[in-house]
């Protein structure tokens, strides 16, 4: 994730929906999300019809809950970790980087995921490592950091942190697509898991993750445990692992930014995202980033996080990769493989 790119982007991908439904007739709608194009004029939402709203919203929308009885080990809780290797993608993708934010970015390639990794490694703890494939050609030394423990995951986040919604159909497949072989050649694994780069989802995404093969999603927010995706209101066999800004490091660790909140303070949100988790017996996702949560002031953050829970009797909390979470949801709730769109 990237936060203030994502937030016009969550802006954009509104407009895209939006003006495509509102402006044409139901027979065109179908063609039209096929291939978005991003606007700037956009009809407010009560000069729509429900009929247009109700399109909108089903485009893809949460479907059955998929949260299971006991966690694996009878835990009472699950916590997923992950970290998006962003690194120089997001200066690079918008095409005007400069070397200044390009060494900025470089911080996470060179320090932070090595002292994230080594943060895990105290705590003999699994991750998910979503990574642009483009990231990890800048530096493909990182395949063997992530490696060499053998308990984490790599996924998918695009080739170069592109941003969905304002590509074309053809040029979101064609790049996901790549980068799906860029990282299973780099990493000698094919991928299960795909989140989208500023979880900037497109209209188009869906279709696309589930004709590549994907087996769980990661970048929507309609709830804090694992769900099935409805796409035009019907089940997809998708499994969603939620996310959230209260659980992103991005615009809250951004010395820049203005939400910018102290780490230690954020590590309190956590711990209290934990602990009703816990009494609800549900689940926790975290979205780290090793050029933001890798420098020494933010990794106390994390550390703080896992020292709470470390303290619970042992087997309390489950922690696991997102694919070691969206098999287990699976299997619980028998939902079955991946359902081939129609
Ligand atoms: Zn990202």
């Known amino acids: ?12 991908a509104v407009a895209v929906i939006f003006t495509l439904v509102c402006s044409m007739g139901s ?4 063609a039209a999300q096929a291939q978005p194009v991003p606007v700037t004029s956009a009809k407010p939402g009560w000069q729509w019809s429900f009929d247009s709203a109700q399109t909108v919203v089903n485009t893809v929308r949460a479907g059955r809950d998929l949260s299971p009885a006991k966690w694996p080990g009878g835990a009472k809780a699950a916590v997923l970790l992950s970290f998006d290797v ?10 005007e980087p400069t070397v200044g934010s390009l060494s900025e970015a470089q911080y996470g390639a060179r320090v932070g995921l090595q002292r994230i990794v080594s943060l895990l490694d105290r705590y003999q703890l699994p991750a998910t490592f979503f990574v642009p494939s483009v990231s990890l050609r800048l530096t493909p030394t990182m395949a063997d950091v992530i490696k060499k423990s053998g308990r984490h995951e790599f996924a998918v986040h695009g080739w170069i942190h592109e941003l969905n919604t304002t590509l074309p159909d053809s040029v979101e497949r064609r790049l996901l697509t790549q ?20 979880w900037n989802f497109s209209p188009n995404t869906l279709s696309i993750v589930r004709d590549l093969g994907f ?29 959230q800004w209260i659980l992103d490091d991005a615009p809250l660790f951004d010395p820049r930014g203005q939400r910018y909140a102290s780490p230690r303070e954020i590590a309190q949100v956590w711990i209290d995202e934990f602990d009703k988790a816990l009494e609800e017996h549900s689940m926790v996702v975290l979205t780290l980033h090793p050029h933001i949560s890798g420098h020494r002031s933010r990794i106390v953050a994390l550390e703080l996080f896992l020292a709470h829970i470390r303290k619970l009797p042992k087997g309390t909390v489950w922690f696991g990769t997102h694919a070691q979470a969206a098999d287990y949801v699976r299997a619980e709730a028998k939902l079955g493989e991946p359902v081939a769109r129609r």
Do not use: C, F, W
């Open 1 to 12: 994730m990237h936060a203030r790119q994502g937030a016009t982007a969550r802006v954009n």
């Open 179 to 198: 980068a799906i072989a860029e990282l299973t050649q780099l990493t000698g694994t094919k991928p299960v898991g795909y989140r989208a780069p500023s």
């Open 86 to 95: 962003d690194n120089e993608t997001v200066a690079l993708r918008y095409g």
């Open 215 to 243: 087996r769980y999603e990661s970048s929507l927010m309609s709830d804090d445990r694992p769900y099935e995706l409805l796409q035009r209101g019907a089940p997809s066999g998708m499994v969603e692992i939620p996310v």
């Open 27 to 30: 027979a065109s709608r179908a």
